[in-house]
């Protein structure tokens, strides 16, 4: 190890003669500690992480005997991609260097990894888990492709396998569907922000396509890592297309598979999974075809025998036949009518004439001709039937059955009676 040329001279007694100032201590400190410690890995425990608007991230590290302050300039903390938290084990590079103002030493760190972790499955993890408690990867909001898909955005690298073997597959299978290729980074510092461009540039294309497809090959994590970015899985999220993820192969599972409306294992079973094959669609539709002619001849059988049905009716055999009856019950029901309308009248008739002879019988008129006459006095018209009601002199009218009389009493007798045959009355 190096010594400082002051260092050197403390054996001689030098600075026990020499004054120093808390700055020249202080610098003297600092010079020794950072020629001494210019990198060191240490590991340890974070605890009090801040990391204010500037940028910067300031944390201590400690274990069971000592702490040592530590501080992540913001150049450094850009590159770190997963989250640091106080109780995290990280194991960090750096470097010893002294704050003057403080009069404290601290690591400038220039590495930090999780321990245990790699810092990149860590990042991934604490990702997938903030995504999911936002419900990026909720299955019910997820859509399904269309149908018949007529024009696909394919967003991936024009110079890589994943578009040789999506188009391969793609003309095999359809060639009814037009491929819009949107050409990006699929890794490398800046291949996400590209990929999330491209994505929002195809929603906001005035004919947007039926689908979206992100495709790229295989790989380790760190070569498909853009799409395990945060800016690209939002960009997948609010996507008006629906998106299908084809990034590496079976066994790579990234949190754009998992944001996605629908996941792919290669780009070739994405080109699969969006087109169907044309000869099985042409399978299908002859198929259809035989099940239709079938079902028409099933319904116009089905449809014959029915007529034939109806044909063989009473009612089209003989299509007079119910008239017929409806007539001769007519006519009888009108005869039947006539003879109680008759009975009726007659009943009538006979009734009517009872009455009369009865009310003839009682008729005054009726009396008068049997030789009853009517007596009633001249002056008022009232009817005599006594001879209480007459006095001598007073005239009288009396009523026959043809004509009437006057007279005039003479003679009362009330004792006298009536003979029992009819006679006038004076």
């Not at 799409?227 to 590496?248: D, K, L, M, Q, T």
């Not at 699969?272 to 116009?300: H, N, S, W």
Request: charged share 25%; proline share 6%.
């Amino acid at each position: 190890m190096h010594e400082p040329e002051w260092f050197a001279g403390e054996a001689s007694g030098a600075l026990d003669q020499r004054l120093l100032t808390v700055s020249e201590l202080t610098e003297l400190i600092k010079e020794l500690l950072e020629t001494a410690f210019p990198s060191v890995w240490v590991s340890g425990e974070v605890s009090n992480f801040a990391r204010p608007r500037s940028g910067h991230c300031y944390l201590t590290l400690k274990d069971e005997g000592a702490q040592l302050p530590a501080v992540i300039w913001r150049s450094t903390a850009g590159r770190v991609r997963f989250e640091i938290s106080d109780g995290l084990e990280v194991v960090c590079r750096g470097r010893i260097g002294v704050y003057p103002p403080h009069g404290k030493y601290q690591l400038v760190i220039s590495e930090i990894q999780p321990k245990g972790v790699g810092a990149l499955e860590l990042a991934l993890r604490q990702l997938r888990d903030k995504l999911a408690k936002e419900g990026l990867f909720d299955p019910a909001r997820k859509r399904p492709l269309p149908p018949l898909v007529r024009r696909i955005a394919l967003v991936t690298s024009p110079t890589g396998a994943a578009i040789r073997d999506f188009l391969e597959v793609l003309r095999r299978r359809w060639k009814g569907a037009d491929v819009l290729v949107v050409p990006v980074r699929v890794q490398g510092e800046g291949a996400a922000e590209e990929i999330a461009a491209a994505i929002d540039l195809v929603n906001r294309l005035a004919t947007p396509p039926d689908c979206l497809v992100l495709a790229r090959g295989g790989g380790s994590l760190e070569d498909l890592w853009a799409f395990n970015e945060e800016v690209v899985c939002r960009a997948i999220f609010r996507s008006r297309v629906p998106v299908v993820s084809a990034v590496g192969h079976e066994i790579d599972v990234t949190l754009s598979d998992l944001v996605a409306d629908v996941r792919a294992l290669t780009p070739s079973e994405a080109a699969e999974r969006v087109v169907p094959d044309a000869q099985q669609m042409a399978q299908r539709i002859g198929q259809y075809g035989q099940r239709m002619a079938a079902a028409l001849r099933a319904m116009a059988a089905a449809a014959r025998s029915r007529w034939e049905r109806v044909a063989d009716h009473r009612a089209f055999r003989r299509p007079c036949e119910r008239t017929q009856q409806l007539a001769r019950q007519l006519d009888e029901l009108e005869g039947r009518a006539t003879r109680a309308l008759r009975n009726r009248l007659q009943w009538v008739a006979q009734q009517t004439a009872s009455i009369g002879a009865r009310l003839d019988s009682l008729s005054p008129l009726a009396v008068l001709r049997r030789g009853f006459s009517l007596t009633e006095r001249a002056a008022d018209g009232q009817l005599v039937r006594s001879a209480d009601q007459l006095s001598p002199g007073e005239q009288l009218r009396t009523k026959f059955y043809q004509g009437q009389a006057l007279s005039r009493v003479e003679r009362l007798d009330p004792r006298a009676r009536p003979s029992a045959g009819p006679s006038s009355q004076e």
